[in-house]
């Protein structure tokens, strides 16, 4: 029974098809995130805000659009090989978010945004490289 498991669980990994521009989506969404919280946390809430909301909708339809593309959607918190990517993935948001309201701080809005951008881009690498270790821990590839 757990080898029936295991067989329909690499089959639906194989199947899973990634939407078309999903990593960079969420890549722009998380510098978005980056921008509109370092924003807020330094004074200029109604741009941050509106940033914020930008990203928040931003990733809620590339999750709307992987469902829709497959029938389902494989959440990033969850165990195993993937754990790696997830933590990868987090720390970039966080560093990125520390780093950019340093620089904001400072009164330095450009290398804010270039930490923003360098965060986002971390993100994308996590993100393509867990569905790797996704299909791979599944045996899908």
């Known amino acids: 029974m757990v080898d029936d498991v295991r067989r329909t669980q ?6 899973l098809t990634v939407p078309a521009w999903y990593d ?3 890549a722009v969404a998380v510098t978005a995130l980056v921008v509109g919280v370092s924003t807020t946390l330094n004074g200029r809430t109604p741009g ?3 940033l914020f909301l930008g990203a928040a909708s931003m990733m809620g339809w590339q999750v709307r659009r992987f469902r829709e593309h497959n029938g389902m959607w494989v959440s990033g918190l969850r165990g195993g090989a993937t754990v790696a990517s997830t933590v990868a993935a987090a720390v970039a948001i966080i ?4 780093g950019a309201t340093a620089a904001g701080q400072r009164g330095w809005w450009w290398l804010a945004v270039v930490i923003a951008v360098a ?3 971390v993100y994308w690498l996590a993100s ?4 790797v270790r996704y299909r791979r821990e599944t045996g899908a590839s």
């Open 95 to 98: 560093a990125a978010m520390a």
């Open 48 to 50: 941050g805000l509106l």
């Open 119 to 121: 965060g986002a881009a």
């Open 10 to 15: 690499a089959a639906l990994a194989r199947q």
């Open 128 to 131: 393509k490289r867990w569905m």
């Open 24 to 26: 960079e989506g969420l």
